[in-house]
């Protein structure tokens, strides 16, 4: 066990699903995995791991924020071993023709700083998903008829922004939508030579200012789930 991860090595997958929030890890594990079991709730973050079609797998919360997701991704990869770690998430539309409920596939992910920067200094490193879970992902989006979008996406270190300009170029620039995790996971796989994709489900809008009612969020993200997990054995 880790001092976040309270596992035994042996509890966590090689895959590994990583949504933000604790409870919709319980919602993933319970709707698409065979014999789910709970192998981790320090600081009640969940974490479940069981089967989907016969392959080992884990759904582990990370929190909100890169901060928070670099704690987890950091003693999955160190401390577990894992191979394949996929966010799961909710993103903020940031172009017309981007839907409520549509899923996107962040392709790369721009961000104004992340837990990792002081290691770059002056260089502006530019993560990007693993091309290979990234194209299995496409062509389960589109055999599922999902509405689907590949592009870049804009992980934000705040929530609360006060700076509408700089929204404004990133819809200038053609970025698809907002979140807060994937840039430093993309790092980290880059880092340490592990596959990253961020599979992310369009629950809100900052053009139309349209939103998903909670009780439709869980219906309206299975989806995503699918899409990672046929993404992660194709």
């Known amino acids: 066990m880790t001092i976040h991860i309270g596992a ?3 509890d ?14 319980k919602w993933a594990a319970e709707t698409f995995l065979d014999d789910a079991r709970c192998i981790n709730q320090v600081r009640g973050m969940l974490g479940f791991t069981g089967t989907w079609h016969g392959h080992p797998v884990t759904i582990q919360g990370s929190g909100m924020g890169m901060p928070s997701l670099s704690i ?3 003693e999955l990869i160190r401390d577990y071993d894992a191979q394949t770690l996929i966010r799961i998430g909710s993103c903020g539309g940031m172009q017309d023709h981007v839907g409520i409920r549509d899923v996107i596939l962040a ?3 721009t961000t104004l700083s992340t837990p990792s920067r002081g290691i770059f200094k002056d260089v502006n490193f530019a993560p990007c998903a693993d091309f290979g879970l990234l194209a299995a992902a496409h062509r389960a989006a589109l055999a599922k008829g999902t509405t ?3 592009g870049g996406i804009y992980s934000s270190d705040v929530f609360y922004d006060e700076r509408p300009d700089l929204n404004d170029q990133m819809m200038r620039h053609g970025i698809l939508a907002v979140e807060m995790e994937a840039a430093e996971l993309y790092i980290l796989a880059a880092r340490y030579n592990r596959r990253a994709l961020a599979v992310l489900t369009v629950s809100d809008h900052l053009i139309t ?6 009780e439709d969020r869980e219906r309206s993200f299975g989806d995503m789930v699918e899409i990672a997990l046929q993404a992660a054995f194709a």
């Open 8 to 10: 035994a090595k042996d």
């Open 12 to 25: 966590i997958a090689p895959t590994v699903l990583m949504p933000g929030d604790p409870y919709r890890v």
């Open 72 to 74: 987890y991704a950091n």
């Open 107 to 109: 392709m790369t992910a």
């Open 148 to 150: 689907t979008h590949v």
């Open 209 to 214: 200012h349209d939103a998903l009612p909670a």
